[in-house]
């Protein structure tokens, strides 16, 4: 399974009205950070099928959303659950810290 893409448009209905939580991976085409993480995006899209939605949202194209939640620098992974964002990542860690973040909204 691979993550899903959100934009500006389908924000509202995939991740504020979703019923599982939700990782959003804010990310671009230029982004050399964003590269090295997005194995690990996919990766989790698969493990957490059904449990979690796991998402990716480029920035470029989408920039009311970046700019709405103040995302400066990418990678930026966002937590969202119940409508509700829960928590932050910035940066390109390693996948155990976001597997523990995102095993803490489930």
């Not at 389908?10 to 230029?30: M, R």
């Not at 959303?65 to 995302?71: P, Q």
Request: contains cysteine; neutral net charge.
């Amino acid at each position: 399974m691979k993550p899903q893409n959100i934009t500006d448009s389908n924000f509202d209905d995939e991740v504020l009205k979703s019923s599982l939580p939700v990782l959003i991976d804010f990310w671009a085409v230029w982004c050399g950070p964003c590269k090295m993480i997005a194995p690990i995006i996919e990766e989790l899209a698969n493990e957490y099928e059904g449990k979690a939605k796991i998402c990716k949202l480029d920035v470029d194209e989408n920039q009311q959303t970046s700019i709405k939640y103040g995302v400066r620098s990418i990678p930026t992974l966002l937590l969202f659950k119940e409508g509700k964002l829960k928590d932050t990542i910035i940066g390109a860690v390693p996948k155990n810290v976001i597997v523990q973040k995102l095993n803490s909204v489930i």
